[in-house]
């Protein structure tokens, strides 16, 4: 008997005591704002009288708890809210597989595949290392060139490329979603310079390609959201620079790929690459914690 | 014993129930707020007017600088009709490709300029005859801004700004230089119609075109914005006015979807020039 009573004093304690807490965290009154009646919380004005000796009146002073839906309205317009920094990057390294297409070329394009490596010195520096795989398409403007002109273009592919990379971050900004979710991200500029290994498209079939290793320069802008803690996702455009060689229009058949690329009609010509890329970059160490108060 | 544990399993629903209902109850004073307050109104029922500068990417054979003005209206926060037009201000400058293919093109013959040296090569007059140009551009088109926010530039600067995607419908107007050989018109050989390269017509005048594109707003202060927007405009062309399908004839058959982008940064007004402040 005497325990079932233990249990029934504990069932009612359970009770009373889970609504006393929610008593306490719906009966915090939003700070007065405005106006000459109410008390000041933690004015000069306050006095203890306003709490010993509650008549009518000054209760009424008292702002009533949230009944409808202005006055709940008014409790979040009185609740100041600003977010931190919602994504850390100072000394985390980012692993960030890409994809990437050429854009400015009519006559042929390139998919590519890499990656980038980035090891963040602050949260707006970073120094890393960059390399991609090319695939070539030929365009349609191409194969059209020979039909309507007689003509082949010389063309050479684009094959690798690595190169060494530096990121600034000159922006930090955070989106709206239709006014109802925050959505934090920021911009990139990149500088870089690397090697661009490319090959000439030789124009006659059967004869030998020789391959370029140019000195190729770069400078990118993009926008990267923060998805996760440890998961970001980009897009960057970069503009590759450098100085190719192309197949001599007076190559003669058979012709060696080392005489060909020696031959002095062999053409220089400056390129410039501008790409778009998507990149997932994925941090180590997958966490972060701050270290200013909030 | 059984009393105790029936009193102990009590204890632990009656915890758990009074959990639930505190937890279905406590709502965040929070829940029902919007995600940014005391925003500023930059665009509901406002405006836009301006004008600015686009460039065309990866034209087969001219590139085009274009003067564009643009005005719209933002019915809501979020959608927005608006008008532009581009007007082509270098229909002279080649692409690359184009001047390597001229310096590829045999020369004419010297005792008639008008003819080819060779039979299936045009010369360059002849080639850019019927090359084309965008002479000028227009459309309208829906607005969906769904992305709003502020970003801090150098940790000094602070822009609002907005993120919007666009689609409608326009005109697009081409052009081109020159003409074909005045022997062509003079019911020519077999012989002359290869060396005169009359197999060839100049794909010309306003074409309706599906426009579709990315833009942006960067406000500079809360009346005047940088607006960049990658537009492609997608229409049915023959940029060289040659053959396309092999069939040796240039007709309506060798007319192809093409996309055709551009590249513009307008500077805008933004009407009426004071805003409003959100909750």
Redesign the interface.
Known sequence: ?K??A???I??LF??NS??N??AQ??ADPPEPTGGDKGPSASGGDFKLEDIQDLSDEKVEAFPKL?KDAAT??R???D?V?VPRKSFLKKHRLELAPFAGIT?????IRHYSFGGDLNFYITDILSIGLEGQYFIKELS??TS??G?????I??LNKLKYHAALAFGYV??????????????HWD?TFALGVGMMWTEVIPRRFGDAPFANQNIAPHVGVGARLFILDWMTLSVAFKDYMYLDKFEA?SRAPGESAEVAKASLDAKNQFVQNVMMFVSLGFYVPPSFSYKTPR | MKRAVFSLALSVFSLLVADANAAQERKSPLSNAPAIRKRLELRDQRFEIGVGTGVSIGQDFYNALLVMPRLSFHFTDWIALGVFGGFNVTPGWKSTFNSDLQGALPVADQNDPNKSTDAKSPTIPQATSTMNKIGYLGGAQIEFLPLAGKIALFGEAFMYFDLYLFGGAGVVNLVSKGSLPSKCSENPSESDKLYYSCNAKAETGIKPAGNAGLGAHAFLNNYLALSLEIRDLIYKNNSAGRDVNGDRVVDAHDLEWTNNWLFSVNLQLFLPIKTRTSR
């Open positions: 008997m325990r079932l233990v249990g029934l504990l069932v359970n009770i889970s609504s807490s929610f965290e719906t949230p709940r309205q409790a979040w317009e609740i809210v854009l400015n070329d009519p006559l349609e403007r059209l060139t039909l309507q002109y007689y003509r273009p010389s000159p922006g930090y900004g955070k989106f709206g979603l239709f006014n109802k979710y925050i959505v911009v229009a």
